[in-house]
C-alpha cells in the first residue's frame, strides 16, 4: 500500500527538487525533516535532545463504509496509509492557528513564514536557514509596527492574548487530555473553540477532535466526491460526517484523510487529481 504525507500546517516548505521541508523543535531542540522517496527523513539540526519528534500513521482500512459514503471512501482509499508529523510544539500549533484565522490559505502562509523569518530563532539545516515560532515572550515584547511589518497586523491582538495565556497555563496545558485541552484554549481571549480544535488536533494528531464542519473539511470533501450532496451549512454537514462516521477512530480517519487529500505529498506522480 502506497504511503501519503500531509502537509495541512503552514511551516511545511519545499527544497529546491521540490521535496517538502520543516524545521520544528522538540524537547527544546530544533528538527529538519524532510519527506523523500515515501519517507520522512529526521535529522536533528543542533545538539540537545536526542528524541526525534513524533510521528503518527492512519491506515484507511478504518474509513467508514456504506452506500451512502462509499465514493468519498472509494477515492480517499487511494491515499494509503497517511502520515502526519504530530507537532512537538503547542506554541507554533496556536501561532499558526491564529495567523490562518479567517484568511485564505496562501495569505496565511506568507504572513506564516515572514512571522517566523522576522522573529522567529534560525537554525542551519541542509536546505538552509529555517526559522522557528517567534517565543511567547518575543510576541509579548513586539511592537505594533513589528507585526504590521509582517503583514500580521490583523492577528496582533489575538497572538498577545493567546503568548499573554501560554506564559501563564503552558506546563499545565499540555499535561491536558485533548478534549479538555480544547475547551481550555477555547477560553482565552481570540481563540475561541473552533481554533481551539484545530490546534488540539495540531499537537495530538488526532483529528476525531477537529472541528468537522470546517469549512476545510467541506471543501475537499466536496472536491474529492462532487457527486455526494453535501450539506452546506456548518452543522448539517457535522451531522452528517458524524453519522458516517460514529466511533472516534472512523471519524479521525474520514477527517484527516479528507484534509490529506487536499494538502499532501507522495513520491509519485498522482493520476486520480
Known amino acids: 500500500?502506497?504511503?501519503?504525507?500531509?502537509?495541512?500546517?503552514?511551516?511545511?516548505?519545499?527544497t529546491s527538487d521540490g521535496e517538502p521541508l520543516r524545521v520544528v523543535e522538540h524537547n527544546g531542540s530544533a528538527w529538519a525533516v524532510r519527506w523523500s522517496d515515501e519517507c520522512l527523513?529526521?535529522?536533528?539540526?543542533?545538539?540537545?535532545?536526542?528524541?526525534?519528534?513524533?510521528?503518527?500513521?492512519?491506515?484507511?482500512?478504518?474509513?467508514?463504509?456504506?452506500?451512502?459514503?462509499?465514493?468519498?471512501?472509494?477515492?480517499l482509499t487511494?491515499?494509503?496509509?497517511?502520515?502526519?508529523?504530530?507537532?512537538?510544539?503547542?506554541?507554533?500549533?496556536?501561532?499558526?492557528?491564529?495567523?490562518?484565522?479567517?484568511v485564505q490559505v496562501e495569505r496565511a502562509r506568507k504572513t506564516h513564514r515572514a512571522f517566523y523569518a522576522a522573529f522567529g530563532r534560525t537554525v542551519e539545516t541542509f536546505a538552509g536557514p529555517m526559522a522557528l515560532v517567534p517565543s511567547p515572550e518575543?510576541?509579548?515584547a513586539l511592537s505594533d509596527e513589528g507585526f504590521a511589518a509582517v503583514g500580521a497586523a490583523a492577528s496582533r491582538d489575538a497572538l498577545r492574548s493567546a503568548a499573554?495565556?501560554?506564559?501563564?497555563?503552558?506546563?499545565?496545558?499540555?499535561?491536558?487530555?485533548?478534549?479538555?485541552?480544547?475547551?481550555?484554549?477555547?477560553?482565552?481571549?481570540?481563540i475561541g473553540a473552533t481554533t481551539a480544535a484545530v490546534v488540539a488536533a495540531?499537537?495530538?494528531?488526532?483529528?476525531?477532535?477537529?472541528?468537522?464542519?470546517?469549512?476545510?473539511?467541506?471543501?475537499?470533501?466536496?472536491?474529492?466526491?462532487?457527486?455526494?450532496?453535501?450539506p452546506s451549512s456548518d452543522r448539517e454537514f457535522e451531522a452528517v460526517?458524524?453519522?458516517?462516521?460514529?466511533?472516534?477512530?472512523?471519524?479521525?480517519?474520514l477527517t484527516l484523510l479528507?484534509?490529506?487529500?487536499?494538502?499532501?505529498a507522495r513520491a509519485h506522480a498522482r493520476s486520480d487529481r
Open 164 to 190: 499573554e495565556a501560554y506564559v501563564a497555563q503552558a506546563d499545565r496545558w499540555q499535561q491536558l487530555a485533548p478534549e479538555t485541552l480544547v475547551q481550555e484554549l477555547a477560553a482565552v481571549r481570540s
Open 241 to 253: 460526517w458524524r453519522r458516517w462516521a460514529p466511533d472516534r477512530l472512523t471519524l479521525h480517519t
Open 202 to 230: 495540531d499537537v495530538t494528531s488526532d483529528h476525531s477532535i477537529y472541528p468537522h464542519g470546517d469549512l476545510a473539511v467541506r471543501a475537499w470533501a466536496s472536491r474529492v466526491a462532487p457527486a455526494l450532496p453535501f
Open 138 to 140: 518575543h510576541v509579548l
Open 41 to 75: 527523513i529526521m535529522r536533528p539540526a543542533e545538539s540537545g535532545n536526542t528524541d526525534a519528534p513524533p510521528v503518527a500513521y492512519t491506515s484507511p482500512i478504518h474509513l467508514p463504509y456504506g452506500d451512502e459514503v462509499q465514493p468519498l471512501v472509494d477515492a
Open 258 to 264: 479528507t484534509l490529506t487529500w487536499g494538502n499532501h
Open 78 to 102: 487511494r491515499l494509503g496509509t497517511v502520515q502526519r508529523l504530530t507537532n512537538p510544539s503547542l506554541w507554533d500549533a496556536i501561532t499558526t492557528a491564529l495567523l490562518q484565522q479567517a
Open 1 to 14: 500500500m502506497s504511503t501519503t504525507l500531509i502537509t495541512e500546517h503552514l511551516g511545511w516548505h519545499k
